[in-house]
């Protein structure tokens, strides 16, 4: 069967935003009849101290630095500080661009290895993994789902940021030390989240509306960018309702090659072994090749908040929230398989001949393979040497939400009660499909250029459609869906104090119960008495008429990947929904986890002339409660239980000296602990055709660390800033994984299967580091922001069956650590045009393990930029950049005993974001 296809291009118009620009015209006209103007008010960030009934206006990039650096310096701890101005004044779109752009913060495009989606995705503190991060919302828990089925079944800790637009923001906090009221479960910190709040804006009725449009250079759309907000409050201040909401629509093209799907032992006997000298028990690429990445992000969603102030003695605060993430998508890969076709035993054919195999042996890796077609050979009909997969993921979904009670009761003038009641869930939901056709054989070259750059491949008939012989299509796919779930409540006092040093003692008592349930089915034949040989594996059914070709973009990729042929995600989707369903349970994969938590502090507030700061223990008690069904040696799948509780005890102490006017010295020292991610305690991924796979440990300890930070702050003039930090932290419980085998059912074969396993396993760590900032609001209007960040991150145990213990090439990198990491930004601000440019560096990291390796990121810079020009006093136009040098993600993969072997590489494109900003 074949079918020829050739590959055509047509110019893409981009979509007009002129509907766009009038629905902001239309929001913004009410600022033609305001009353009163108020020549530079901006937005206001939710940092006032309601007792005082003092309202923070942030009026520019000016104010709102001043603002920021104000709250840094008056801290107790060590805090970076980001204002709702400060996010308006760059392309951020969501609260991970924000934070980017503090010392010691670390951001990652991705949840784990699914490679980069052009959005700050993850947030981590110092170097560190980001389940070692808490993030909470308005000083709360927050859960968030994924959409990525590895994420969904592996993760649960970490929040994924792309579910929170920066539109939210009135100040986020980020504590990269810790005292005894904050919220335990940040090894390395918390990210603190605050929304603004109705009763602290200056007038009775607020509103604001941002319309517009983005442009993504890969796809060559245009979608729509909306938000707005609306806060009103009545004449005394007591009743206040802020209402928000968001639907933000972004179309992704990713061009990207994959390497690392799977590379592998060449096998004694096979073809590639006679034919290459020393070659048996060399790495080479088993399947890799040009991979085109598509997906539509919708983001909606919004926030309620009424408050109620009875008195100067009474605060009610509900919040209600809720955003999703609808995001489908699909990646067709054209892989390449000379490795795996003529470097195993089960899929060579036999007899081939040395003679059409040569290639090249560099550090233990095959970096060239060629291969050429025999001039007779029977059973070449059953070999392959290149697959076409598309993997669709027709439902790919996240979503948060939570309702929270806050209450502040002042008792009297010594004492004030608050107290916290909510509950919060994140949902991750992805229903996912492969349809492969294995090409025929008719030779083939890899050629490897170094572990940084790009493959070259040469696939002979790429551009036509042909099945080989001997083959049937073939799937596989499930729908997994992950609920995580906390209700939680708290009370807080603070009593002031007339001791000549201690001004006030706070002590409070936390209860809460955290649950993970992971729901796994299995994709299935619809068809009566078929299975996936029958409808799903039969050539007649597949979708021809959804026949298309690579785009051309993939030459940035110095691959040959345009013109080949894929079907669309239409026509996947299509084939699927006919002759596909999900039905059966994946017991292996599914779990159950509840985890209830006490917790309890006191914290004691002094301050003598120019010594202050805070001191303080909290002690908490967590249960981890694990249920997931195990084969036993018979095949045979029982349900198990696993339950374990401990206790920590957490002082932490923070020292502020003011040294002089202008001169703060800092010391604090804190012991803190994270609980380790839940699917890293009972999670199943499992590699079918790799036959690779991780698997939870559910007696996994939790992360405890001990921390020390010191530092200077010279405040040498307005809105100026230079500072030193140097940071340093023990971790006993850092979760690596080792390695083993185990036998679990395979769906591709429909049978049990024996894996080689990555288990996470508890070790020690330590991180250590100094961050460095500059921040001067120049003459002119003109301004600079720039930090450095230096870490170094290692494992300091050597866990059984880890990279840190391997014998031949020991790898102790510490998961997350970027050696070193900058941000250089400019700023110029007058009464009517404003912009900003900002280059943000991280240098290489590892990223995770990779099916059985380790995957390390390479460095990246992005640059991005905004202009704003005020066209009234309540109207103004935004022109916004991200990622405008179109940056590379690269990554290479690392196996003990071989050399480095190139990763996936990956190129998202720029954005464009064009918007009219009202407001009354």
């Not at 629905?23 to 101290?49: I, R």
């Not at 517009?212 to 759309?221: C, I, L």
């Not at 996240?398 to 009660?417: C, H, P, T, W």
Request: hydrophobic share 35%.
């Amino acid at each position: 069967m074949k079918r020829n296809l050739t590959a055509s291009s047509a110019a893409r118009n981009l979509t007009p935003i002129a509907a766009a620009v009038a629905m902001l015209m239309a929001g913004a006209s009410f600022s033609a009849h305001a009353q009163e103007a108020v020549a530079k008010e901006a937005k206001p960030a939710a940092t006032a101290d309601v007792d005082e009934g003092q309202t923070v206006v942030v009026t520019g990039i000016r104010a709102s630095l001043q603002q920021s650096l104000n709250q840094k310096r008056n801290s107790d701890s060590l805090v970076e500080v980001i204002t709702a101005e400060d996010v308006g004044k760059m392309p951020d779109k969501n609260i991970a661009d924000s934070l980017q752009r503090l010392p010691g913060v670390s951001v990652a495009a991705a949840g784990g290895g699914e490679g980069s989606f052009g959005e700050n995705d993850r947030v981590a503190l110092r170097g560190t993994p980001f389940g070692l991060t808490l993030t909470t919302f308005n000083g709360h828990a927050v859960g968030s789902g994924d959409w990525f089925a590895d994420n969904i079944i592996g993760g649960g800790r970490s929040v994924s940021f792309s579910l929170f637009p920066s539109e939210l923001i009135g100040r986020v906090t980020v504590h990269k030390g810790s005292q005894a009221d904050l919220l335990e479960g940040g090894a390395e910190g918390v990210v603190n989240i605050e929304t603004r709040k109705p009763l602290d804006f200056k007038k009775s009725f607020t509103g604001q509306v941002n319309a517009g449009a983005v442009y993504s250079s890969n796809s060559g759309k245009t979608d729509p960018q909306l938000s707005g907000m609306i806060a009103w409050k009545n004449d005394t201040n007591t009743l206040g309702v802020l209402v928000q909401g968001f639907h933000q629509k972004r179309t992704l093209t990713r061009y990207g090659q994959e390497n690392q799907v799977w590379y592998d032992k060449v096998e004694p006997g096979t073809p590639i072994a006679g034919a290459i000298p020393g070659a048996a028990g060399s790495m080479a690429n088993f399947l890799g090749g040009t991979a085109w990445f598509e997906q539509k992000r919708t983001r909606d969603g919004g926030l309620i908040d009424i408050q109620l102030k009875p008195s100067n003695d009474v605060m009610l605060d509900l919040t209600l929230f809720h955003s999703q993430l609808d995001a489908p998508n699909i990646n067709h890969n054209f892989m390449q398989s000379l490795g795996r076709a003529f470097g195993t035993s089960w899929a060579s054919p036999p007899g081939f001949p040395s003679a059409n195999i040569n290639g090249a042996i560099a550090g233990g890796v095959i970096t060239n393979l060629n291969t050429t077609v025999p001039a007779n050979c029977p059973t070449c009909a059953g070999t392959s040497g290149s697959v076409q997969e598309e993997f669709s993921r027709p439902v790919a979904k996240s979503k948060s939400d939570f309702i929270n009670l806050d209450g502040k009761f002042r008792v009297n003038e010594r004492l004030v009660l608050t107290g916290k009641l909510g509950t919060t869930k994140g949902v991750g939901e992805t229903v996912s499909g492969a349809l492969g056709v294995w090409m025929p054989f008719r030779g083939g070259s890899y050629q490897m250029n170094g572990s940084e750059n790009p493959v070259t491949y040469t696939i002979p008939g790429a551009d036509q459609f042909s099945i080989r012989g001997t083959a049937d299509p073939y799937t596989y796919g499930s729908h997994v869906k992950a609920v995580d779930k906390e209700t939680y409540g708290q009370v807080d006092a603070t009593l002031k104090l007339d001791l000549p040093s201690i001004s006030s003692l706070q002590f409070g008592a936390r209860v809460a119960e955290h649950k993970r349930t992971l729901e796994a089915i299995g994709i299935n034949s619809n068809v009566a008495g078929n299975t996936d040989a029958g409808a799903l594996g039969n050539p007649a059914n597949l979708p021809f008429g959804g026949l298309t070709a690579f785009p051309s973009g993939f030459k940035d990729l110095g691959t040959n990947g345009a013109g080949f042929w894929t079907f669309s995600q239409n026509a996947v989707n299509g084939w699927l929904s006919k002759y596909a369903n999900y039905s059966g349970h994946l017991r292996q994969n599914e779990f159950n986890i509840k985890e209830p938590t006490q917790s309890a502090y006191v914290m004691a507030n002094f301050g003598a002339e120019a010594l202050s700061g805070n001191f303080g223990v909290r002690v908490v008690h967590t249960t981890e409660d694990v249920t997931r069904s195990e084969m036993d040696g018979a095949g045979v799948y029982t349900v198990r239980n696993y339950k374990n509780g401990y206790t920590d005890i957490l002082p932490s102490a923070n020292f502020r000296l003011d040294v002089s006017k202008n001169v703060v010295a800092r010391f604090g020292a804190s012991r803190t602990m994270a609980r380790p991610e839940l699917g890293q305690m009972a999670g199943l991924d499992l590699r079918d055709q790799q036959l690779f796979g991780v698997v939870g440990n559910p007696n996994l300890r939790p992360i405890r660390s001990n921390n020390a930070d010191i530092g200077v702050e010279w405040y040498f003039a307005p809105k100026s800033l230079l500072s030193a930090n140097a940071f340093f932290s023990a971790l006993d419980g850092y979760v690596t994984y080792g390695t083993t085998k185990g036998v679990y059912f395979n769906q591709l074969q429909n049978k049990n299967t024996e894996y080689v396993i990555g288990t996470p396993v508890n070790t020690t760590a330590e991180v250590k580091g100094l961050e460095l900032a500059y921040v001067q609001a120049l003459p002119g209007g003109f301004g600079v922001n720039t930090n450095y960040t230096f870490t170094d991150g290692k494992e300091t145990g050597h866990a059984v069956g880890s990279p840190c213990a391997n014998e031949i090439r020991q790898d102790c990198t510490l998961i997350g650590t970027s050696r070193n990491a900058y941000n250089i930004g400019a700023f110029f601000e007058n009464d009517k045009f404003s912009a900003r440019l900002t280059y943000n560096y991280r240098s290489g990291f590892l990223n995770g393990t990779s099916r059985n390796s380790a995957a390390y990121q390479g460095s990246i810079g992005t640059l991005s930029a905004s202009i704003a020009y005020q066209l009234t006093e309540n109207l103004a136009i935004t022109l916004d950049g991200k990622d405008l040098n179109n940056p590379m993600v690269r990554s290479k993969i690392r196996t003990a005993g071989y050399a480095d072997m190139p990763g996936a590489f990956y190129k998202n494109g720029r954005q464009i974001y064009l918007a009219l900003q009202g407001k009354m």
